[in-house]
């Protein structure tokens, strides 16, 4: 469908490509992954035809359609949102805007839409313009719009929901290769699950770019990896080419060490006998041959953990924080209404729930950003809190340098250990004497996440800390909390980052907090099986009511004789059901006993010194995975089930 081949590019004097060919199918799932500033968005560009490659050629097949959504200043005009996702070309978006102002102007006679002029009416049925319009609708509910939001001017929103507005529309026009940078950017988590779940199901190719590894791990079946100016292909999701690059690179350094320790000792044989004359063909002879050799390159390794040690704040009374009876309200638009609130020291608490619950204002509350319009903010004893949002506007000096900004802190660091930091969220070399002034919105914010981790607060709230950060600056920022002594309070719509950090999780919802006292996939597990519950209790109910109509055209006995088949039936269902759930869970004990055997392997120096062993292992360790998962999944399902039978039959 679309072919790279043999492209080069330079920019600036670094080569960000050399010789680099990939081929993209109808029905692929590609995640491109590399560090920033490697070429990903520049790669996108050459594919579109927006910027040509040094060298080389991209090829698309004939009438392949193409849809592009932009990290960031997607264009918009007067549309409004409904306008805006639907979208899909200019003579659908022309006939549309007819066809409401005629209906507009004629409100009765709009019931009779054939009285529009004939070829418009016909033309936009050609177009299956209805049908689209309805598409869109739903594709705009999934990213969290509301329907009194569809004819609302997109200028008026923000950039976020402008984001979401095209997004709509290219999931709307189904192109034939859907290409998205960082398009989890502007979702919140509730929207961000919804289109995954809706990315799985599409019918095109897609390469996306993305920093989160959840996402990736959920949608893709290939990484396409730019490193060291080449693309390197691996099957499988985000998790299983970490496992393959590793064995890879254990490979590559293997085989390096040997070439190298061959050219050492022909390199020592030359030295020795090349001024000596019954030795000098044949030490000539070895340096002609060390010459001609097909070099390997050293593996570089740049993706390695990031270590650092940061001052840890001082101790906190046990209570940290307390609301209570907080109101708030945006004109009519009532938050809160006698919200209490407490977090205790050392809690690691994420804040889950549907985009415009209250979320955001309700860490601005915790952090002191907004004064609620009643109720108490209380901090406990010795309690110093810390709202990420406002902490970069406010603690960012813009005349001086990212160094000198970052070793203006209270604590005592060395330069050395600052700059360790200031790498790690991707301020290298010569980054570091920047002015403040320069730096985007990106950068100020990675500045600013510096400068909170060398003096945190002991109630540290963060929101959405993620954004414009790599995978492993994200690490970096884990690493860091994970040390974190204090208590944290979060918004993420990062799993990856939500399932390493957080011990509770707190739903928002209308203005009501539901309290999660486990991890991430606890909140998981209990929301699954109270869904399941309440749609087969429904089902239940109606079930009954059925039964009570028809107890007047049947005797008692008739009724009793009913009600033990149905009784044997739901029991013949559960001992099934447990039955499936006991087969799946023997089956994942069986797979994880495998991959623990395969992951042994290749730590085994052995396995890389028998020729073509770690490839073998190494494929059947991805196959293993696959299985797993596939299996797991069947379980969780299977054990969802489980618990709705029991919940309907008490």
Do not use: C
Not at 286 to 299: F, G, S, T
């Amino acid at each position: 469908m679309l072919t790279l081949s043999g492209i080069t590019k330079a920019y600036g004097g670094r080569t960000l490509f050399a010789d680099v060919t990939l081929q993209i199918n109808r029905e692929d799932r590609i995640g491109l992954v590399g560090p920033n500033g490697a070429g990903k968005t520049t790669l996108f560009s050459m594919m579109l035809g927006e910027g040509s490659p040094d060298a080389g050629e991209v090829m698309t097949e004939r009438n392949v359609k193409i849809g592009y959504l932009p990290q960031e200043s997607a264009p918009i005009a007067d549309e409004t949102v409904i306008e805006l996702a639907t979208a899909i070309s200019p003579e659908f978006v022309k006939l549309r805007r007819v066809i409401k102002a005629w209906e507009l102007d004629h409100p009765i006679e709009a019931q009779h839409s054939e009285d529009i002029h004939d070829n418009i009416h016909d033309r936009y049925n050609e177009l299956d313009g209805y049908r689209i319009e309805a598409k869109a609708k739903q594709i705009l509910a999934g990213l969290s719009f509301r329907e009194k939001d569809f004819d609302r001017p997109a200028r008026e929103m923000s950039g976020g929901w402008v984001m979401r507005a095209h997004l709509a529309r290219l999931l709307t026009q189904e192109p034939d290769l859907l290409m998205l940078d960082e398009p989890t950017n502007h979702l919140d988590l509730d929207a961000l699950i919804w289109f995954q779940g809706y990315l799985q199901g599409y019918p095109g190719a897609i390469l996306v770019i993305s920093h989160d590894r959840e996402f990736l791990n959920s949608l893709v079946d290939s990484i396409v990896e730019i490193r060291q100016s080449k693309l390197m292909r691996y099957r499988g999701n985000y998790d299983e080419f970490l496992i393959q690059r590793e064995a890879s690179e254990a490979q590559l350094l293997s085989a390096y060490k040997n070439q190298q320790r061959e050219i050492a000792h022909m390199m020592d044989f030359v030295n020795r006998f090349r001024a000596k004359a019954s030795k000098a063909a044949q030490a000539q002879s070895k340096l002609k041959a060390v010459e001609r050799m097909d070099k390997i390159e050293a593996p570089i390794d740049d993706n390695a953990k990031v270590s650092f040690s940061f001052p840890q704040p001082q101790r906190s009374g046990q209570r940290v924080i307390r609301l209570e009876g907080i109101h708030q309200a945006y004109g009519q638009n009532v938050v809160y209404r006698g919200l209490d609130f407490e977090a205790e020291r050392g809690e690691r608490i994420v804040l889950v729930g549907p985009n415009g619950a209250g979320k955001s204002t309700l860490l601005k509350i915790l952090g002191d950003a907004i004064k609620p319009q009643a109720g108490t903010r209380e901090l406990g004893h010795n309690v110093k809190s810390g709202y990420y949002s406002q902490y970069r506007v406010e603690m960012l000096d813009p005349s001086r340098s990212v160094l000198d900004e970052a070793l203006d802190t209270p604590q005592r660091v060395t330069e050395q250990s600052v700059r360790t930091l200031l790498g790690s969220f991707l301020f290298r070399g010569d980054d570091v004497f920047k002015k403040v002034s320069v730096l985007s919105g990106g950068e100020k914010s990675r500045l600013a996440l510096v400068k909170l981790l060398l003096d945190p607060p002991n109630l540290l709230l963060m929101d959405e800390p993620t954004t414009h950060l790599d995978m492993n600056s994200i690490d970096a920022l884990i690493y860091a909390l994970g040390q974190f002594e204090g208590t944290l309070i979060f918004i993420s719509h990062d799993v990856y980052f939500i399932r390493a950090l957080a011990k509770h999780v707190i739903h928002i919802n209308a203005g009501v907090l539901t309290p999660y006292a486990g991890d991430y996939q606890y909140y998981l597990d209990k929301t699954k099986a109270v869904s399941a519950r309440e749609a087969l209790t429904a089902g239940a109910k109606a079930e009954a009511k059925v039964v009570v109509q028809a107890k007047s055209n049947v005797d008692r006995k008739e009724q009793k004789r009913l009600e033990a088949e149905q009784r044997q039936a739901r029991s013949g269902k559960r001992k099934g059901q447990q039955q499936l759930v006991y087969q799946l869970e023997k089956k994942i004990q069986e797979l994880e006993q495998r991959q623990a055997e395969l992951t042994a392997e290749l730590e085994k120096q052995e396995t890389y010194d028998s020729p073509g062993r770690a490839v073998v292992v190494n494929r059947e360790l991805v196959e293993v995975q696959d299985e797993l998962a596939k299996t797991t999944t069947a379980w969780e399902e299977a054990e969802i089930k489980l618990a709705a039978i029991d919940a309907a039959n008490p």
